[in-house]
């Protein structure tokens, strides 16, 4: 057995998803000291509205549903926690007709934040840009409707999946 073999599939993931996790702080810490704060927010938007397009990669890979309000919220809460693991945690119920509710429990950005000392809001930057590009991309005909952050000190993220204005 090689020594990658033996770290367990699930340690290798909770581990992954971790560093993925803090990797806003990260390079928020060496870079953003030596940036233009608007330059650097527009920079960080880039980088999370790619890997917010890599949502719609996994579900489509795995054959998730994509018809409706309920289907999107699904798949963008399990491709999203397969990114940032089990620290992840999710409810999604029907809120109005071709609507969905998704409450975020727990969100592995904010509490990165908060295990570094940092202001937790640093994550809501990240986080809308990734959530903005991945939900039209599973479908484009659904946009996310924010009602509530973590980051910003609620006790839990409400984001209602809605369709899309033209």
Request: glycine fraction near 4%; aromatic fraction near 8%.
């Amino acid at each position: 057995m090689d020594a990658f073999e033996r770290i367990p599939v699930d340690v290798r993931w909770k581990l992954a998803a971790h560093e993925l996790s803090v990797l806003p702080l990260v390079y928020r810490r060496v870079i953003r000291d030596g940036a233009d704060d608007h330059l650097y927010n527009e920079v960080e938007r880039a980088v999370w509205q790619e890997l917010g397009r890599e949502v719609g990669v996994i579900a489509r890979a795995f054959g998730m549903p994509l018809r409706n309000a309920h289907e999107v919220a699904e798949a963008f809460a399990a491709a999203t926690r397969v990114f940032f693991g089990p620290e992840y945690s999710y409810e999604i119920r029907d809120s109005a007709p071709d609507e969905a509710d998704l409450t975020i429990r727990k969100c592995a950005m904010a509490e990165r934040a908060r295990e570094a000392g940092e202001n937790p809001l640093a994550a809501c930057n990240v986080c809308h840009a990734f959530a903005n590009a991945a939900i039209p991309d599973l479908n484009r005909n659904y946009a996310p409707k924010y009602r509530g952050s973590i980051c910003a000190g609620d006790s839990t993220c409400s984001v209602t999946i809605i369709p899309r204005q033209e």
